[in-house]
Nanobody, 126 residues
Framework: QLEFEESGGGLVQPGGSLRLSCEAS????????IGWFRRAPGKDYEGVSC????????YYIASVKGRFTISRDNALNMVFLQMNSLKPEDTGVYYCAALTGGDDITTMDARDYAYWGQGTQVTVSS
């Protein structure tokens, strides 16, 4: 099956850090731009960050810019999301997915992404 497996979530205090990982199975990650999305309870999917397949250019939504860093290691078939200075508003289930509906990494429309994983829970609370 073509999908990602996310890991690295957990419970962290405000101001803390987490490093999320996603590993591709059934396909080669290197051919796709990879995005991170999150979903808080009662809310829709929100695009967080994306990394290009070609030149490793990156995109971040304004609320996480300067705090989160997306990276990829194609040899490991993995993408990472380093999250620093976490806030309670960052709480949610985080997913990675492959951009298959175009090549604009700034749009972050979930309908353009495929091969979603099961997600990993991130809870930021004191």
């Amino acid at each position: 099956q073509l999908e990602f497996e996310e890991s690295g979530g957990g419970l962290v205090q405000p101001g803390g850090s987490l490093r999320l990982s996603c590993e591709a199975s059934g396909f080669d990650l290197e051919y796709y731009a990879i995005g991170w999305f999150r979903r808080a309870p009662g809310k829709d999917y929100e695009g967080v960050s994306c990394i290009s397949s070609s030149d490793d250019s990156t995109y971040y939504i304004a609320s996480v810019k300067g705090r989160f860093t997306i990276s990829r290691d194609n040899a490991l078939n993995m993408v990472f999301l380093q999250m620093n200075s976490l806030k309670p508003e960052d709480t949610g289930v985080y997913y990675c997915a492959a951009l298959t509906g175009g090549d604009d990494i700034t749009t972050m429309d979930a309908r353009d992404y495929a091969y979603w994983g099961q997600g990993t829970q991130v809870t930021v609370s004191s």
